[in-house]
C-alpha cells in the first residue's frame, strides 16, 4: 500500500510537468480513494469554464494546448521501498532528485544579513581544502573587498602550511552580470587568478540564449533579461550556505533574504562542488587578463551551435545529478539491508557502531534544480506536486521578493484547498525602487501584477483561504523566497524551501537556479524554521482594496499597457 501511494504521488508529479495538460493528466490519475483531490479538480475545471468569456486577453492557442502537447511520461516508485515505517511523507521526492538524510543538529537557520556575512568570512579564513562560491555577481564595494581579501589570506596560508592539501577556489558568476561597468566581479577576482593561478577558478556562465544580433543590439543591463546564473552557493570544505541572496554590499547590511547553513554535510557539499563545476565547464572562464575563453573541447555559448551546447550542459548537470542519486541509492540500499541480514547480535552491534559514528537522520535535504534551457526542470515539477497535494487544512506560507508567479502556480494556488499567506515586496522595499530610467519603473509593475491576483482572489471569494502580506521596513529591501508547509493540525513547519527561485516565468524558463527542499521530523528543527517565518511576516501588512487606493500605488497607464508584454523578462 506504501509503495502504491508513492506511486500515485510521483505520478501526480511527472504529470504537474505537462504544463497546460496538467488538469486533464491529474483527473485520469486520481484513485478512487481520494475524492478530496477530485473536488479540487472539479473546482479547477468549473474555475477555467467560468473565465472562459475573459481569455480574449490571451492567445487563442492556449485552448489547444491539451491535444497539442507531448504525452508525459508517467515516472512510477520502486516496488520495494527503503524507507522504515515512520518515515516522512515526503519520500516521494527521492524519485526524481537525490535525497540526503542528516541529522537536524547539522542545520541552523540564519536570521540577518549580517549573521550571513560574517558566516561567510569566517568560513572562508578557516576552510583548508575547498571553497566554492555561485551567486549572480559578486560587487565592487568595501564589504565585498573583504571577502576577497579573506579569500587571499586563505589561499596564502595554504600555500605556507606544509604537508596539507592546497586550497582551492571556484567562483561562478553570471557574464552578463559580473562584466556590468567598467569595475565589476571580474576586476575585483582578477588579483586572485594572477597571484594564484593553479588555485583558483572564475567562470562565468553566459545564457545560450543571447546570441547573434540580439547580442549586438540589447545594450548592457538589458541584456541580463534574457537569462542569468543566478544559483546562489556557498560551501566551504563540508559545510554549505544555501540562500537567494547575492555577494553584495546590500546583501550583507540591508537587504533582508534568507539563509540556511549545513554543517559536516560532505556528501551535501560534494554534491553541489560538482553542480557547479558541471555549469563552470560549459561556461566562460576569466583569465588574467580579464578576456574570456571555453575549456577546450567545450562548445562555445554563444558562437557555437545552440543545440549542441545546451545538450552538452544537459549532459553534464544530469551526470552529477543522476551520479549522487545513485550514490544515494545504494548507502540506502546497504543501510536497510544490513538492518535485516546477519544475526540480531551482530546486527545490534552494527547498528550501536553505526549511531556512535554517526546521528540517526530526522532531516531530508531534496537539491532541486531548474535549468529550462538545458531541458531540466526537477523544481518545478517538485514545487507544483507539493502545492498540488497540499491538503484541506494545511498551511502554505509562500514569499518571493518579485510577485510575478506562473500561471501555472496562480492557478494551482487559486485551485487547492489549503490556505496560503504570501509575502511579497511592498514598493518601498522592492528592490527596483528608485532605481533610473525604464527600471524605476518595476516596482509599478508589481503593484499592477499583485492587484491584478488579489482581483482575482475576490472574484473567486478566496480572501480568506489565500492572504497576501506586503512586507515593509524603513530603510531596508526584501529579497526573501521561498516556502513553509505546515501540515493540516500542526503549528510548525515540516517542509520548506530555500535557495534562488523566485517562482516566477524567468525562474521557471530563463535563469539557472537551484534550492533544496528541508523535510524535518525533528521538533527543534521546525521550531527554527517557524521562527524564520515570524520574523518575516512580523514586518508585514495584509493587503486589502484598500492598499491599492492608496497614493504610493497608482500605477501609469503605460505600465499597465507595457507588463503583459514585459512581465516575463524581470
Not at 114 to 120: T, V
Not at 145 to 161: G, I, T
Not at 173 to 199: A, E, V, W
Not at 403 to 429: C, H, K
Request: net charge positive; with cysteine; glycine share 6%.
Amino acid at each position: 500500500m506504501a509503495a502504491a501511494g508513492s506511486g500515485r504521488r510521483v505520478g501526480l508529479m511527472a504529470a504537474a510537468a505537462g504544463g497546460a495538460a496538467l488538469w486533464r493528466r491529474l483527473a485520469a490519475l486520481v484513485p478512487p480513494g481520494r475524492p478530496g483531490l477530485a473536488a479540487l479538480l472539479g473546482r479547477l475545471s468549473d474555475r477555467l469554464s467560468c473565465r472562459r468569456d475573459r481569455r480574449s486577453r490571451r492567445s487563442p492557442w492556449l485552448l489547444l494546448a491539451p491535444l497539442l502537447t507531448p504525452p508525459v511520461p508517467v515516472i512510477t516508485a520502486p516496488p520495494c521501498s527503503l524507507y522504515p515505517e515512520g518515515a516522512h511523507r515526503f519520500q516521494w521526492i527521492r524519485n526524481l532528485v537525490p535525497e540526503f538524510g542528516i541529522s537536524s543538529s547539522h542545520v541552523k537557520v540564519l536570521l540577518s544579513p549580517a549573521e550571513f556575512y560574517k558566516l561567510l568570512k569566517v568560513q572562508i579564513k578557516t576552510a583548508k581544502q575547498r571553497v566554492v562560491m555561485a551567486s549572480l555577481y559578486l560587487g565592487t564595494g568595501f564589504l565585498e573587498q573583504e571577502l576577497v581579501d579573506c579569500l587571499e589570506e586563505a589561499l596564502k596560508k595554504s600555500l605556507q602550511a606544509k604537508g596539507s592539501s592546497v586550497l582551492r577556489v571556484s567562483i561562478l558568476l553570471d557574464f552578463t552580470r559580473g562584466s556590468r561597468g567598467r569595475k565589476n566581479s571580474r576586476t575585483m577576482l582578477i588579483p586572485l587568478l594572477q597571484r594564484f593561478p593553479n588555485q583558483v577558478r572564475v567562470s562565468l556562465f553566459h545564457t545560450p540564449n543571447l546570441r547573434g544580433l540580439l547580442r549586438l543590439l540589447i545594450p548592457e543591463r538589458f541584456n541580463e533579461t534574457i537569462g542569468l546564473q543566478h544559483i546562489k552557493v556557498y560551501l566551504f570544505d563540508d559545510n554549505v550556505i544555501l540562500s537567494g541572496a547575492n555577494l553584495s554590499d546590500l546583501y550583507f547590511t540591508n537587504r533582508q533574504d534568507r539563509y540556511v547553513l549545513l554543517r559536516d554535510s560532505p556528501e551535501i557539499a560534494d554534491f553541489f562542488a560538482e553542480l557547479v563545476d558541471a555549469i563552470g565547464d560549459v561556461s566562460l572562464q576569466l583569465q588574467q587578463d580579464d578576456t574570456v575563453q571555453m575549456m577546450e573541447g567545450m562548445v562555445h555559448p554563444y558562437q557555437g551551435d545552440k543545440m549542441a551546447y545546451c545538450e552538452r550542459a544537459n549532459q553534464r548537470v544530469m551526470e552529477v545529478i543522476n551520479s549522487a542519486r545513485t550514490r544515494q541509492e545504494l548507502l540506502h540500499s546497504k543501510t536497510f539491508h544490513s538492518s535485516q541480514e546477519g544475526s540480531p547480535l551482530l546486527s545490534q552491534q552494527d547498528s550501536q557502531a553505526s549511531r556512535d559514528l554517526k546521528p540517526e537522520p530526522d532531516t531530508w535535504i531534496y537539491p532541486l534544480i531548474q535549468m529550462k534551457p538545458f531541458g531540466i526542470q526537477t523544481d518545478e515539477m517538485i514545487t507544483e506536486t507539493l502545492l498540488t497535494e497540499a491538503e484541506r487544512g494545511a498551511r502554505i506560507y509562500l514569499t518571493t521578493g518579485y510577485f510575478n508567479l506562473t500561471q501555472a502556480y496562480m492557478d494551482l494556488i487559486l485551485g487547492t484547498r489549503a490556505e496560503y499567506r504570501i509575502l511579497l515586496a511592498s514598493p518601498e522595499v522592492n528592490g527596483f525602487f528608485g532605481a533610473k530610467g525604464m527600471a524605476g519603473s518595476i516596482p509599478a509593475a508589481y503593484v499592477y501584477i499583485e492587484h491584478q491576483f488579489y482581483s482575482e482572489v475576490c472574484c473567486l471569494r478566496q480572501q480568506e483561504r489565500v492572504q497576501l502580506q506586503e512586507y515593509s521596513r524603513t530603510g531596508w529591501t526584501f529579497h526573501a523566497k521561498g516556502l513553509w508547509l505546515y501540515l493540516a493540525g500542526s503549528n510548525l513547519p515540516c517542509l520548506t524551501l530555500i535557495g534562488s527561485p523566485n517562482f516566477g516565468y524567468r525562474s521557471v524558463h530563463r535563469d539557472l537556479e537551484a534550492q533544496v527542499a528541508i523535510v524535518t521530523e525533528n521538533k527543534a528543527l521546525q521550531q527554527q524554521l517557524h521562527q524564520e517565518q515570524e520574523q518575516l511576516y512580523l514586518c508585514s501588512g495584509v493587503v486589502s482594496s484598500s492598499t491599492f487606493e492608496q497614493p504610493n500605488r497608482y500605477v501609469k497607464l503605460w505600465v499597465k499597457l507595457v507588463t503583459p508584454l514585459i512581465k516575463n523578462f524581470f
